[in-house]
T-cell receptor, first 112, second 112 residues
Framework: NAGVTQTPKFQVLKTGQSMTLQCAQD?????MYWYRQDPGMGLRLIYY???????DKGEVPNGYNVSRLNKREFSLRLESAAPSQTSVYFC???????????FGSGTQLSVL | GQQVMQIPQYQHVQEGEDFTTYCNSS?????IQWYKQRPGGHPVFLIQ?????EVKKQKRLTFQFGEAKKNSSLHITATQTTDVGTYFC????????????FGKGTLLTVNP
C-alpha cells in the first residue's frame, strides 16, 4: 500500500522555468492538498481539492496552479518559478475534508 | 487570518525527562489535530481532539483539549530517543474559513 506518492523528490530550477509536481494517492480519499514547508514557518496550505472536480485556494496560492486530474491525482504547477518558491512541498490526502491528513514524502525544490 | 501559536519553538531534554508542547488559538476551534515529523521525513497524523476538555492517551503521549476549545497540549512522559522530531498542532475552525492551519511546531531533541 503506497499511500501518497509524490514525484519528483528533488528538483532544481532556474528563475522563470516552469514545472509540475505530481501527486497520487491510492487510499480512495476524496480530498487532496498541497502544502509548502519553510524553516520556522510550519506548513502552509497552497491549494486544496475537497473532492474530484473542485479546487480552492489556501493560504499562499500566488504563483501556483493546480489540477485535480481524477480522484487519485492532484498536480501542482509553477508557471514561472521564483527564488521565493524554494521550499519543501508536501502533497496530502484525507477521507474527510481537513481531517486526518496523510502526507507524501515531499519534494525539495530549489529555484536559483 | 486565523492562527495557532505553538510554544516552545525548541526543547532539548535528557532521555527519561518529560516534555510538553502547547498550542493556543484566539478563537474557538472546531477541532485540533497533532502531527509528528521526524527529521528529514514527512508529517504523520497522531490524533484529533474534538470535544471540550477531551483527554486522549497513546502510550506515553497525553493530548488535551481545553475547556474553551482554544488551547491544547501534548505531553510526553519519560522521553526516548525515538521521540525526536517536530510536533505540530493544526487547528480547524468552522464557518467560511474551513482550512486546517498548522502551528510552527516544536522541535524536540533528546540526549541519550
Amino acid at each position: 500500500n503506497a499511500g501518497v506518492t509524490q514525484t519528483p523528490k528533488f528538483q532544481v530550477l532556474k528563475t522563470g522555468q516552469s514545472m509540475t509536481l505530481q501527486c497520487a494517492q491510492d487510499m480512495n480519499h476524496n480530498s487532496m492538498y498541497w502544502y509548502r514547508q519553510d524553516p520556522g514557518m510550519g506548513l502552509r496550505l497552497i491549494y486544496y481539492s475537497a473532492s474530484e472536480g473542485t479546487t480552492d485556494k489556501g493560504e499562499v496560492p500566488n504563483g501556483y496552479n493546480v489540477s485535480r486530474l481524477n480522484k487519485r491525482e492532484f498536480s501542482l504547477r509553477l508557471e514561472s518559478a521564483a527564488p521565493s518558491q524554494t521550499s519543501v512541498y508536501f502533497c496530502a490526502s484525507s477521507s474527510t475534508l481537513m481531517e486526518k491528513l496523510f502526507f507524501g514524502s515531499g519534494t525539495q525544490l530549489s529555484v536559483l | 487570518g486565523q492562527q495557532v501559536m505553538q510554544i516552545p519553538q525548541y526543547q532539548h531534554v535528557q532521555e527519561g525527562e518529560d516534555f510538553t508542547t502547547y498550542c493556543n488559538s484566539s478563537t474557538t476551534l472546531s477541532n485540533i489535530q497533532w502531527y509528528k515529523q521526524r527529521p528529514g521525513g514527512h508529517p504523520v497524523f497522531l490524533i484529533q481532539l474534538v470535544k471540550s476538555g477531551e483527554v486522549k492517551k497513546q502510550k506515553r503521549l497525553t493530548f488535551q483539549f481545553g475547556e474553551a476549545k482554544k488551547n491544547s497540549s501534548l505531553h510526553i512522559t519519560a522521553t526516548q530517543t525515538t521521540d525526536v522530531g517536530t510536533y505540530f498542532c493544526a487547528g480547524l475552525w468552522g464557518g467560511s474559513n474551513y482550512k486546517l492551519t498548522f502551528g510552527k511546531g516544536t522541535l524536540l531533541t533528546v540526549n541519550p
